[in-house]
């Protein structure tokens, strides 16, 4: 059974950091990407950072500059450093690996609340 356990999120003041971390377990027939979306309350859930398994990075327009997708396979670990965060990065944060099969696997999200 495929687990991804993600932890590191809570309340921040604007301008604050966090960071997420993603471990993942069970065995997964090759992995093409790891990456972070984020669901905020009416919105879609949207793409905020992702990692090939060459080591290409994606970010959303909205985070570059602000926040570093990085892994450790040594730990079967993804993290997302947060910095400079805004209010408007209030959302709840899903882990997401996608394999070689076209399958998807999820965490079960970590919020993320950005208020003074």
């Known amino acids: 059974q495929v687990q991804l356990v993600e932890s590191g999120g809570g309340l921040v003041q604007p301008g604050g950091s966090l960071r997420l971390s993603c471990a993942v377990s069970?065995?997964?027939?090759?992995?093409?990407?790891m990456g972070w979306y984020r669901q905020a309350p009416g919105k879609e859930r949207e793409l905020v950072a992702a990692?090939?398994?060459?080591?290409?990075?994606r970010y959303a327009d909205s985070v570059k500059g602000r926040f570093t997708i990085s892994r450790d396979n040594a730990k079967n670990t993804v993290y997302l450093q947060m910095n400079s965060l805004k209010p408007e990065d209030t959302a709840v944060y899903y882990c997401?690996?996608?394999?070689?099969?076209?399958?998807?696997?999820w965490g079960q999200g970590t919020q993320v609340t950005v208020s003074s």
């Open positions: 997401n690996v996608q394999s070689a099969l076209d399958t998807a696997y």
């Open positions: 069970g065995s997964i027939f090759g992995i093409n990407a």
């Open positions: 990692i090939s398994s060459g080591s290409r990075l």
